[in-house]
């Protein structure tokens, strides 16, 4: 056996190898090649001709023959063709060339070779990954409550997905952008838009269309955030608590652009996915994707109608429809009734809150002028003197504003600084305060009027930041006209001791006031034109809180006034409880009188021609915003004369344009 040459069994075509006799190497060669074969291998020989072995040989012969015509085909230069019978060859032969490539690859690499380059590879894992991923495999599983499998990460406090980091490539539009911030600082750090949304403006540089198109969308999102909350629970798996900040923002201002302004559908659907990919991450922009294109299927009529389906009464109805607390719509109903107006304009009410108010400038009494914001397309105010409506878009464009002579105010602040300013006064008249001056503008007309007449003014402002910007105010004054305290104005008379000597030259240390302005904190309900995001923080535990609080500042204000003197009780709010309960009880404790200061209102208010040739104010007729509340007085309080026609004033959003301004003009007994 040693001396014989064995054939190879196997292997495609691939030579046989035989032991050469005498040595120990191998040579190659087919089974019929070889010397020195014995009797016993010719006779296996002959063994294997015979039965199966024929029919292997057989099979080698045909396939030595298809290997010799396709070799000629080539050789010619014809193309190949395979026949029937030549099948099984095509495949053995196109797995032979690439098994041989492999293997080739293989050995000199140490991995198997894919014809791509590393780039080409490298993006092929990461396709390989984020696919992974979009099937479930890069997350933990979940159901919901049907049953069905959702993967959804849990949001992190950062709400930022880790998932297919490539989606994030595209990026939201600057102004898109820029609201996004602003709604996260209003969200996370009590911020207010209409101080912090301008100075994004000029950081992001937009220029005056998409100023425009962030202040809509801004202003716009918080004021019916009401509304659209009521709309995405229709269109998301899980209560809106469970939805990430974030998210929800994006989710607020897509609804926004879909159901109330002219951007097609599908811009806002795409800015939206864009945005939340750029700011959130991939995860939370598919969810965001699928719920904008649920709000997408109807239209605003057919949303509001299926809102309100479940509501319990009419208040709970407006307060959908006009996206305000349910609570803040039946005490602005009580408030209407309170200061003479009838319940049936509430509707009226909510929806004025609803307008974007347009600024108002004044320009300072001898200081200012508006020539220059006329020049930029203002139009002079209706209501009040020395005030215009800017329309044109950043007021820091103007130099009068970066003056200061020139400054954005609501003309009902405008109205009742006036108003305290031309109420009736006996004796001396030099000596003015306002008590709770923060940020500063009352007291900066009021400082500006007091200069044409020869008063001085001191404006005391409890908390630091605040009194810092009174004192920014008050800048474009003369010094010697004023100056500006820190401290608590219930306890005025203190904080006057202490700085006796910064006392402007005209009042002297110890001396009471013959005009005081106080304006106390309250809870901003007559200001959700220009703060939104008021209703959405405000609580009627707020207000509970605040009535003690205003009650002592109101009763400090009278402690500082002259016998005769004028006290301005003024808030930004027309709950009844804030105002009309206020003023009365102070009233009952006989300390002071009541004023006619819807008179003193109409008379600072601009005048028109009237029929027969007469002025008559603006502020007359169906805008009077006078009204006689109840007055009672406790027994033993000293006898007082009443004013002849003694009233208070409320301003309303929907009736005058201006904030729900509230002024009580008392004189101290």
């Known amino acids: 056996m040693s001396n014989e040459k064995r054939p190879y069994k196997g292997g495609h075509g691939k030579p046989g190898h035989a032991g050469k006799p005498g040595n120990g190497k191998f040579s190659q ?52 063709k395979w026949d029937d019978n030549s099948r099984g060859d095509k495949k053995r032969f196109e797995n032979r060339g690439e098994n041989r490539n492999d293997s080739r690859a293989e050995s000199r690499t140490g991995r198997r070779f894919d014809g791509l380059t590393s780039v080409e590879r490298a993006a092929r894992r990461a396709k390989t990954e984020h696919d992974d991923t979009k099937r479930g495999g890069g997350g933990t ?18 709400e930022f997905s880790a998932a297919a980091p490539s989606a994030r490539s595209r990026t939201a539009d600057t102004a898109r952008a820029t609201v996004f911030e602003v709604l996260r600082s209003v969200a ?93 991450g991939a995860g939370p922009a598919s969810f965001i ?33 006009a996206s305000h607390p349910a609570w803040i719509v039946r005490s602005m109903r009580q408030a209407l009734v309170a200061h003479g107006r009838p319940a049936t304009e509430i509707e009226q009410l909510l929806e004025a809150d609803n307008l974007a108010p347009v600024v108002n400038l004044v320009a300072l009494p001898g200081l200012g002028s508006l020539d220059e914001a006329r020049e930029q397309g203002a139009v002079d105010g209706e209501l009040v003197e020395g005030s215009a409506l800017y329309a044109s878009g ?73 009194a810092q910007l009174v004192e920014s105010s008050m800048r474009p004054l003369p ?25 402007p030259g005209s009042i002297e240390p110890g001396q009471l006031f013959d005009r005081v302005m106080v304006d106390v904190p309250c809870s901003g309900l007559g200001a959700l034109r220009r703060r939104p995001e008021a209703r959405w923080r405000k609580s009627p535990r707020d207000i509970a809180e605040l009535l003690p609080l205003q009650r002592q500042l109101l009763d400090a204000a009278i402690e500082a006034t002259r016998p005769g003197g004028v006290i301005a009780y003024v808030t930004c709010s027309p709950h009844a ?3 009309q309960n206020i003023v009365a009880e102070v009233l009952e404790s006989g300390a002071v009188s009541l004023l006619d200061s819807a008179a003193a209102l109409r008379e600072v208010a601009l005048h028109t021609e009237g ?30 004369k009443a004013a002849e026609n003694p009233t208070t004033a409320q301003l309303w959003p929907h009736v005058h344009g201006t904030d729900a301004m509230f002024l009580a003009l008392l004189r101290k007994n």
């Open 479 to 503: 010094e010697d006209s004023y100056t500006v305290l820190t401290g608590d104005g219930r306890q005025i008379r203190e904080t006057l001791r202490k700085n006796a000597s910064a006392l």
């Open 188 to 280: 996370e750090s009590d911020a207010y838009a209409n101080l912090v949304l301008p100075k994004a403006i000029r950081s992001h540089r937009l220029d005056h269309r998409d100023a425009g198109f962030a202040t809509e969308l801004t202003y716009g999102t918080l004021r019916h955030q009401g509304t659209y909350d009521a709309i995405l629970r229709h269109c998301v798996d899980r209560p809106l608590e469970k939805v990430g900040t974030t998210t929800l923002i994006v989710l607020r201002m897509g609804v926004h652009q879909l159901l109330n302004m002219r951007v097609p559908a599908h811009a806002a659907l795409n800015q939206s996915v864009s945005l939340a990919r750029e700011k959130i």
């Open 141 to 158: 599983s979940q159901r919901n409550k049907s049953g069905h499998e959702r993967n959804r990460r849990s949001m992190s406090a950062r």
């Open 611 to 640: 029929a027969n040739g007469e002025s008559v104010s603006v502020l007359a007729g169906e805008k009077d915003p006078g009204h006689t509340p109840e007055i009672k007085v406790k027994k033993g309080a000293p006898a007082v």
């Open 29 to 80: 060669g087919n089974s019929n090649q070889g010397s020195g074969q014995g009797e016993g291998g010719a006779k296996r020989k002959r063994r294997r001709r015979s039965g199966s072995g024929a029919g292997v040989n057989e099979q080698n012969r045909q396939q030595s023959q298809n290997s010799q015509r396709t070799q000629n085909q080539r050789s010619q230069g014809r193309p190949q």
């Open 577 to 579: 409880a804030e105002t």
């Open 289 to 321: 994707n699928a719920v904008l294109r649920r709000v997408s299927e109807r239209t605003p009529d057919e949303w509001y109608e299926l809102i309100i389906e479940d509501a319990k009464d009419d208040t709970e109805r407006m307060a959908l429809l």
């Open 394 to 466: 950043d007021l820091a464009r103007l130099e009068s504003v970066r003056e200061g002579t020139v400054r954005a105010q609501d003309a009902g602040s405008q109205l009742v600084a006036r108003a305290l300013a031309a109420a009736p006064l006996d004796g001396t008249d030099t000596a003015w305060l306002d008590l709770c001056a923060g940020p500063g503008g009352k007291a900066a007309l009021l400082g500006a009027i007091g200069v044409q007449r020869g008063a001085s003014l001191v404006a005391n402002e409890a908390a630091p930041h605040r």
